[in-house]
């Protein structure tokens, strides 16, 4: 079992290099990703259709740093769940807004790529987190 949220772990198996990262780590990774993302909106032109989807980008991005701090936070493991699945679904919903930005030809598709290789990135390190909760959960619940 592994503690995504408070160790770090290397492991390399054959070609395989596998890192779990820690809290810290993933705090200043997701607020990397809101900055990043800030700084591109920034550097976009003025267009009606580009400012509707940068809003949207923009709030989705800022949103996985903001709810995964509150995560690390959480009362309870019910509300450190609640707020993981919220980082996932933020984080997943900005490659949307990214998609839409460069199926539309509003962005090249080389500018956006590393912040939608991050954005993939996050929603599955958010995804495994919150499976490894809910499965802990459920078996500390089983042992009642």
Not at 13 to 42: C, P, S
Not at 75 to 84: H, V
Not at 117 to 139: D, S, V
């Amino acid at each position: 079992m592994f503690d995504f949220g408070f160790r770090m772990f290397d492991f390399g198996f054959g070609n395989y290099y596998f890192r779990f990262m820690d809290k810290i780590e993933l705090k200043r990774r997701a607020q990397k990703f809101a900055v990043d993302t800030i700084k591109f909106i920034g550097s976009l032109p003025n267009d009606r259709a580009l400012n509707v989807l940068a809003n949207q980008v923009l709030r989705s991005s800022t949103s996985v740093g903001a709810n995964y701090r509150a995560a690390c936070k959480g009362k309870s493991t019910a509300d450190f769940i609640n707020k993981i699945v919220i980082c996932e679904e933020e984080a997943d919903e900005s490659i949307y807004w990214f998609d839409l930005m460069e199926e539309a030809d509003l962005v090249p598709a080389t500018i956006i790529a590393p912040l939608k290789k991050e954005a993939n990135e996050l929603t599955a390190i958010f995804t495994a987190i919150g499976k490894t909760a809910k499965e802990n959960q459920k078996l500390k619940n089983q042992k009642k």
